[in-house]
C-alpha cells in the first residue's frame, strides 16, 4: 500500500469527521442565535478563506488538517457592541449553551448511523464464521466447539460474517458471565455457552489474540496450489507464471496447498525466491520477487496470483449483510448504539488495567487503515469511518477540560453555583487539558511505533 494512499486516506477521513462535527456546532450556533465569528477546517494559516452571509462569517481551510473550530461571539474573548451582545455566547442560557456543546459529539453519531445505513442498503459481503481448528484445553474446546461449525449466534445477536462474530466475540469477553453461541453442526442447531476466565481479558484483547486466545482459527478449504488469476503488472506474470501451473515447491519446501504458498510469499517481501511448477506434466523453476505490500502486521510479500477456486466454495463461504432502506436505518442506528457502548466498556477497562491498552492507536495506525479501507472500497472507507466518527464523539465528550466534556463539566458547576467559573480556573484547567490530551496522543504514537517496530 502506498504512503500517499494512506496520508491521502488520513486527511480525507480526518477531514470529512472534523467537518460533521464542527458543522454540528455551527448549526445549533446559528439556530441559538449566536453569531459565529469564524467556521475552520484545520489548525494554523488559511489556505483559503471567504467571507460570507449576513454575519460575514470566515469560512476556512487550515495547513494543518488535524482539527478545526467554530470561533462565536464571546465578551470573555474581546469587547462586543452594545446592539450584538444578545448574540455572544456567553450571554445564552444554559441549556442552549449546552446544546450547541453537544452538538459536535451529537453530529459524530448521526454521520455514524448514516454511514452504516448506506453500508447495509449496499451490502457488506463477508465470509461465514466457520470455525476451522480448536486447540485442545481452549475455551473453544471447553465449550464444545468442533471444526467446521458455523456461529449463527452469540449472546442472541446474529453473526452472519467474521466480521460481526468478533465484534459480537469482544463485546461478549467483557462481561462477566458465560458467552451464549449457538452454532450449526451436521444440518442442527446447537446452543453452547463459552466461558472465559476474567485474568484473560488483557491478553485476549491485544490486537489480532482474540480468536486465537480463544482456542479457534477460521476455517479454510484446503485448495490446491495451483494459479489461475494473474495480474497484469504482478510479479508472477513477468517472471513466467501462466493460469494452470500447479506449485510444487518455494525455495526447496515442498507446498501441498494454496495456504502454504501464499505464507510462504508473504513471508519474502522483495526477497528471490525460486519456485518449482509443474505445467502439463513437465517440472520448472522460476525465479521471481514478491512486491512488498503494506499488510496489517506489516509488509507482506504478493506475487499478482490468485488460487483457483471451486465455484460451490464460494457459494458455501459468501455472506452479505443487506437491507432494505427501512431496515437499514434500523441496523445503523442499533450498530452505532452498540459500538459506542463497546468503545466506553473497552475505554473503562483499559482504565481499570483489564484490557490491553495497546488497543489505543495513534495517528500513524489511524492513517494506516485509512489508506486499507480506501484501497478496499467505499464500502469498507465508510466503515471506517463510521467507526472512528463514533470515537471522536465519545473521545469529545469525556470530562476532560478544552473537550465538549469538559465545556460541559463546567455548565454542570454554573448550574449548581449560579455563577460563571471564574476566568482563572478556566486557563487552570485549559492548561490541565492540554497536559492530558498531549499525553493520551504520545502514549498512542508509542502503540503506533512499536507495532511498526515489532
Known amino acids: 500500500m502506498s504512503i500517499l494512499i494512506a496520508i491521502g486516506g488520513f486527511v480525507l477521513a480526518i477531514g470529512v469527521l472534523v467537518t460533521v462535527h464542527e458543522f454540528g456546532h455551527y448549526l445549533a450556533a446559528r439556530l441559538c442565535g449566536v453569531r459565529v465569528l469564524a467556521f475552520s477546517i484545520g489548525f494554523g494559516k488559511p489556505l483559503i478563506r471567504r467571507r460570507a452571509g449576513r454575519d460575514q462569517t470566515?469560512?476556512?481551510?487550515?495547513?494543518?488538517?488535524?482539527?478545526?473550530?467554530?470561533?462565536?461571539?464571546?465578551?470573555?474573548?474581546?469587547?462586543?457592541?452594545?446592539?450584538?451582545?444578545?448574540?455572544?455566547?456567553?450571554?445564552?442560557?444554559?441549556?442552549?449553551?449546552?446544546?450547541?456543546?453537544?452538538?459536535?459529539?451529537?453530529?459524530?453519531?448521526?454521520?455514524?448511523?448514516?454511514?452504516?445505513?448506506?453500508?447495509?442498503?449496499?451490502?457488506?459481503?463477508?465470509?461465514?464464521?466457520?470455525?476451522?481448528?480448536?486447540?485442545?484445553?481452549?475455551?473453544?474446546?471447553?465449550a464444545g466447539l468442533t471444526a467446521e461449525d458455523e456461529i449463527l449466534a452469540v449472546n442472541?445477536?446474529?453473526?452472519?460474517?467474521?466480521?460481526?462474530?468478533?465484534v459480537e466475540l469482544l463485546d461478549g469477553i467483557l462481561n462477566d458471565r458465560p458467552i451464549d453461541l449457538r452454532v450449526l453442526r451436521d444440518g442442527q442447531e446447537y446452543e453452547l455457552s463459552l466461558s472465559v476466565d476474567p485474568t484473560d481479558r488483557r491478553s485476549l484483547t491485544e490486537p489480532g489474540q482474540l480468536l486465537s486466545g480463544l482456542g479457534l482459527q477460521p476455517?479454510?478449504?484446503?485448495?490446491?496450489?495451483?494459479?489461475?488469476?494473474?495480474?497484469?503488472?504482478?510479479?508472477?506474470?513477468?517472471?513466467?507464471?501462466?493460469?494452470?501451473?500447479?506449485?510444487?515447491?518455494?525455495?526447496?519446501?515442498?507446498?501441498?496447498?494454496?495456504?502454504?504458498?501464499?505464507?510462504?510469499?508473504?513471508?519474502?517481501?522483495?526477497?528471490?525466491?525460486?519456485?518449482?511448477?509443474?505445467?502439463?506434466?513437465?517440472?520448472?523453476?522460476?525465479?521471481?520477487?514478491?512486491?512488498?505490500?503494506?499488510?496489517?502486521?506489516?509488509?507482506?510479500?504478493?506475487?499478482?496470483?490468485?488460487?483457483?477456486?471451486?465455484?460451490?466454495?464460494?457459494?458455501?463461504?459468501?455472506?452479505?449483510?443487506?437491507?432494505?432502506?427501512?431496515a437499514a436505518l434500523g441496523m445503523g442506528v442499533m450498530n452505532t448504539a452498540e459500538m459506542s457502548r463497546l468503545t466506553l466498556r473497552m475505554l473503562w477497562r483499559m482504565v481499570n488495567g483489564e484490557v490491553s491498552v495497546k488497543n489505543l492507536s495513534g495517528p500513524i495506525n489511524i492513517a494506516h487503515y485509512a489508506g486499507i479501507t480506501v484501497s478496499s472500497g467505499l464500502v469498507s472507507f465508510l466503515g471506517f469511518l463510521a467507526i472512528v466518527s463514533i470515537s471522536l464523539g465519545i473521545v469529545n465528550l469525556l470530562p476532560i477540560p478544552v473537550l465538549d466534556g469538559g465545556h460541559l463539566v463546567y455548565l454542570g458547576i454554573e448550574a449548581v453555583t449560579r455563577?460563571?467559573?471564574?476566568?482563572?480556573?478556566?486557563?487552570?484547567?485549559?492548561?490541565?487539558?492540554?497536559?492530558?490530551?498531549?499525553?493520551?496522543?504520545s502514549f498512542a504514537l508509542y502503540n503506533d511505533l512499536m507495532r511498526i517496530f515489532s
Open 156 to 166: 442472541s445477536r446474529q453473526t452472519p460474517t467474521w466480521r460481526s462474530a468478533n
Open 219 to 326: 476455517w479454510f478449504e484446503s485448495l490446491p496450489p495451483v494459479i489461475d488469476e494473474l495480474s497484469e503488472d504482478g510479479a508472477a506474470r513477468a517472471a513466467g507464471l501462466v493460469s494452470g501451473d500447479r506449485v510444487e515447491a518455494v525455495d526447496g519446501q515442498a507446498v501441498e496447498n494454496w495456504r502454504q504458498f501464499r505464507e510462504a510469499v508473504a513471508a519474502r517481501p522483495g526477497e528471490s525466491i525460486d519456485i518449482r511448477v509443474n505445467r502439463d506434466g513437465e517440472t520448472r523453476n522460476i525465479s521471481l520477487t514478491p512486491r512488498a505490500i503494506e499488510g496489517e502486521e506489516g509488509p507482506e510479500g504478493r506475487i499478482g496470483a490468485g488460487p483457483k477456486v471451486p465455484p460451490e466454495l464460494v457459494e458455501r463461504m459468501r455472506s452479505e449483510e443487506r437491507y432494505g432502506p427501512v
Open 419 to 441: 455563577r460563571p467559573v471564574p476566568e482563572h480556573m478556566l486557563a487552570v484547567g485549559q492548561m490541565i487539558g492540554l497536559v492530558m490530551i498531549a499525553g493520551l496522543i
Open 58 to 142: 470566515q469560512y476556512q481551510l487550515g495547513a494543518i488538517p488535524l482539527g478545526g473550530y467554530v470561533k462565536m461571539l464571546d465578551e470573555r474573548e474581546g469587547a462586543v457592541a452594545e446592539g450584538e451582545a444578545h448574540r455572544c455566547f456567553n450571554r445564552q442560557s444554559i441549556p442552549r449553551r449546552a446544546t450547541i456543546v453537544l452538538a459536535g459529539p451529537a453530529f459524530n453519531f448521526l454521520f455514524a448511523i448514516l454511514a452504516y445505513w448506506a453500508i447495509f442498503v449496499a451490502g457488506i459481503p463477508g465470509i461465514k464464521p466457520i470455525i476451522g481448528e480448536v486447540s485442545s484445553q481452549s475455551p473453544a474446546a471447553e
